[in-house]
DNA sequence: AACCATTATGGAAACCTTTCCCTATTTTTT
DNA sequence: AAAAAATAGGGAAAGGTTTCCATAATGGTT
């Protein structure tokens, strides 16, 4: 392939004089700037991009770790932050941890030797101590210390739940969510914050005793086969507030498989937006997030690294989707 | 950041030393060695990979072009492509298209600028003009002029369907999918095998006026609202066969939704695997395609263009899912 | 006509590796 | 003991850019 030096010879100019005409950078006499065009069309030269980051020290990608890009919103927000970037010229890197705290560490670690502009963060694991200050974060969902942070108004979400089944009518309601924040006690994640809005809110309204089921943090598709008994325990319950639309998904099936009627008996409403489930007859009531504010948010976060600007924690609205559920 | 040459001097030895400690090349004495590596160590050296690619000329990227990947058989392939190449020690670039040809070219000329070590291509556009030779390519589900492909066995899944239908007592049997030839004739698509696996077995049968709805290509995730009005028009249609789970459980919806009881009175079957909508109640069965076996031999694949070996087309066996909708 | 600012261009260093080639030392073979 | 082979290690080029610095040409002022 063609390199700038063989583009130099051929236009009789040097090789800082190409460089100049392709960058559009200092000063190129017009004549100039065409003899070198037309030998770079001729030649099909195309600067060589490892060369560039080479110099520059950087290579214009992002990496995105993220668990599960098969979880539907995960999907999503790789979706529209990689449109995003793409706008600002940027590449996305996608990095599967499949939740693995090890994973995790490899592909931060690989991604600072290859130099990444930026990596954007999502993750349960408390990794925090082995966070670089050098490589430009951006989390999601999660704080760390000293790492700018985009997440959904969770707390909203889940007083925005409680509201809505409160004012419907429901008298025992029960939230359902993993425990994001498990055995790893220094993460602070947003997800929490949807068990806290919806408990609180709930509270200031006299519902005290409102069931918890939490259950430790799996895959995000499936939740562990005990937790349809205690849905089955409680068969006074009347309002469901689930984590995510997955789970309001497979609780839905199951409160219908005891007999229950939903919405009638019981109202179920989860969390993400309802997209993943409209097709299917029943579409489910669900908290929205915003996969393309959200990813809006991270691209301009990323900019302002690369502009040196300062950068502002988002917190990104939500929004309520009335689906069959609830 | 430490370079090699800080080590070096560091060391007391010459870079190319220092080189083939970290490469494990060469000889280098035993004492020499651990000198080494104890510098290494202390001051945290990580060899530079944008130094490396630049010498090597090429990244340890392999970068995957995609329509969406929020359609849940593309997400999936993702991961499961992620996975497998993590373990060939690549990385992987994810590239959503959204479709457009425009934007795949510019990703192509992208990454071939940027040196990426393979490029897996999932598009139905005519881009074989722009396919550059010395790029190496691996396409699913469509056939370019030179490009090794994998695919599912489409064909057979089209039989199966109908096989199934048919078997389960079907006398009026219609297909509903894209058509993913479209005006783009010299694009030779895998998915139209389905149709073609299908509509054949059909008429072997006896079924000769198997009535064929086809739409343009969309997003994959909704099918054009007109079709809902032909699905309406033949209330004689026993069992259909769709392109895709996604169509299959709007075709669900709308039977449903016009009176019509499945699998009583109607049998529908999709094609990805069922598993997008086994959460909400009906599940649906479906000619599933397995995600994991086609990121192996694709992993394969890449892994034979960098060992320079023959590199042969994979066809990756289907299965039946049962579900409740036929 | 002399001077200064502006415009224009090229050479070379720098970015950080790998690798080729050469020299030196040690070990093995005859 | 001499010759050959194996081991060890260093210098420098190469990979393809960008950018700093120096020099040269041009245009405008007085």
Redesign the interface.
């Given at each position: 392939?063609a390199s700038i030096k063989d583009v130099a010879k051929q236009a009789g100019v040097g090789i800082a004089t190409v460089s100049r005409v392709i960058n559009y950078s200092g000063y190129v006499k017009k004549e100039t700037r065409e003899k070198v065009e037309k030998v770079i069309a001729e030649l099909e030269f195309?600067?060589?991009?490892?060369?560039r980051?080479?110099t520059k020290?950087k290579?214009g990608?992002v990496a995105f770790i993220i668990p599960?890009?098969?979880h539907?919103f995960f999907?999503?927000l790789?979706?529209f932050v990689?449109?995003e970037l793409?706008e600002y010229g940027y590449?996305?890197?996608?990095?599967?941890s499949?939740e693995k705290i090890e994973?995790e560490l490899v592909y931060l670690?690989?991604l600072?030797?290859?130099?990444v502009d930026a990596v954007v963060l999502l993750t349960n694991n408390d990794i925090e101590d082995y966070l670089d200050k050098?490589l430009p974060l951006i989390s999601f969902d999660r704080r760390f210390k000293d790492v700018p942070y985009v997440a959904s108004d969770n707390y909203a979400g889940g007083i925005m739940a409680a509201k809505y089944l409160i004012e419907s009518g429901c008298k025992n309601l029960m939230f359902i969510g993993d425990d994001a924040q498990g055995e790893t006690t220094s993460v602070i994640t947003e997800v929490s914050n949807r068990r806290l809005g919806f408990m609180e809110f709930a509270k200031d309204k006299g519902l005290t005793d409102v069931i918890n089921v939490e259950y430790p943090l799996g895959d995000y598709v499936k939740i562990p086969y005990d937790i349809h008994k205690r849905i089955g325990e409680h068969v006074d319950v009347d309002g469901i507030f689930c984590i995510s639309d997955?789970v309001a998904?497979?609780v839905?099936?199951e409160l219908?498989k005891r007999g229950r009627k939903v919405p009638e008996d019981v109202k179920v409403v989860g969390f993400d937006g309802g997209r993943s489930?409209i097709?299917?007859?029943?579409s489910i009531t669900s908290i929205g997030q915003n996969p393309k504010k959200i990813a809006e948010a991270i691209g301009k976060m990323i900019n302002a690294y690369y502009e040196k600007e300062p950068i502002t924690n988002q917190i990104i609205p939500i929004y309520f989707f009335k689906g069959d559920t609830a």
């Open positions: 392939m195309k600067p060589n991009e490892i060369a980051s080479m020290q290579n990608i599960n890009s098969t539907l999907g999503e790789v979706h990689e449109q793409f590449k996305l890197m996608v990095c599967n499949s994973k670690e690989m600072k030797n290859n130099r050098k997955a998904a497979e839905v099936t219908e489930f097709n299917l007859g029943k």
